[in-house]
């Protein structure tokens, strides 16, 4: 059964960091494509950073050059450093990972959430 767990949400003040962490294990097969996404109060769910299939890192443009996503093969996790956060960052956030099965089927998976709020 495959299972994601992440780690590393809180509250912070405006201008502070804090670093995410997601931990994937369970599945035989590797990831296909790995990210994060948030959902603040009363929103739609939306893509914050992603490893793409090709392995290239995409970003929504209103974290570009705060956020940074990184991963640890080694480790089945990947990682959202967050900088210079501010009031609306303030969501829960989530942790996908997608893997492709040797037959060609992607499977998607959705982690719990964890919260971030940014408040002084």
């Known amino acids: 059964q495959v299972q994601l767990v992440e780690s590393g949400g809180g509250l912070v003040q405006p201008g502070g960091s804090l670093r995410l962490s997601c931990a994937h294990s369970?599945?035989?097969?590797?990831?296909?494509?790995m990210g994060w996404y948030r959902q603040a109060p009363g929103k739609q769910r939306e893509l914050v950073a992603t490893?793409?299939?090709?392995?290239?890192?995409n970003y929504a443009d209103f974290v570009k050059g705060r956020f940074t996503i990184s991963r640890d093969n080694a480790k089945n996790t990947v990682y959202l450093q967050m900088n210079s956060l501010k009031p609306e960052d303030t969501a829960d956030y989530y942790c996908?990972?997608?893997?492709?099965?040797?037959?060609?089927?992607?499977?998607?998976?959705w982690g719990q959430g964890t919260q971030v709020t940014v408040s002084s």
């Open positions: 369970g599945s035989i097969f590797s990831p296909y494509a």
């Open positions: 490893f793409t299939s090709s392995g290239t890192t």
């Open positions: 996908n990972v997608a893997f492709r099965t040797d037959w060609g089927e992607v499977r998607n998976y």
